[in-house]
């Protein structure tokens, strides 16, 4: 079956944020969360310091009824990753109805920045965009008539 997954790579708090959108989109993680510390050692790598060992390595919660998965990663710099958050995605989200569109918008956009808030559009649907407070931006898009 095909899919689509948005994977986020965050420095740090991978864990907080995939527990906020826990607390937005309800359901549970697929497969727990997996730490650094649970991949067995690298040969030719020094040890996992107790702080790189605990950050997340990979973790997935479905939304929306398992039709979309969000996918997560803590990219320490001590790996060589340096994260940078721009403008350059979004994770688009179609909602069944108005409702549940308000509520995920709402939910999402607290403690971030609408960029335009919920309104009918000339395609006909009910449209808003955020930037929530960890930096993604987020389109919700209902198609439901008013």
């Not at 994977?7 to 740090?12: A, G, I, R, T, W």
């Not at 320490?76 to 403008?87: D, Q, T, Y």
């Not at 607290?110 to 931006?137: H, I, N, P, R």
Request: glycine residues 10%; aromatic residues 14%; hydrophobic residues 35%.
């Amino acid at each position: 079956m095909a899919s689509v997954s948005t994977y986020l790579n965050f420095s740090d708090n991978t864990e907080e944020v995939f527990n906020f959108y826990k607390s937005v989109f309800g359901g549970e993680f697929h497969g727990g969360i997996s730490r650094f510390g649970d991949a067995p050692p690298q040969p030719g790598r020094p040890p996992l310091s107790d702080e790189l060992k605990n950050k997340v390595m990979h973790i997935a919660l479905p939304i929306l009824g398992g039709a979309h998965v969000l996918m997560g990663t803590d990219a320490p710099k001590e790996f060589g990753f340096e994260v940078h958050f721009g403008n350059n995605f979004y994770i688009s989200l179609s909602p069944d109805t108005r409702q549940e569109t308000k509520r995920l918008f709402d939910a999402l956009s607290e403690g971030g920045t609408v960029t335009m808030e919920l309104q009918d559009m000339f395609w006909g649907a009910y449209y808003g965009s955020c930037t929530d407070k960890y930096g993604v931006q987020w389109m919700l898009n209902c198609e439901q008539a008013a």
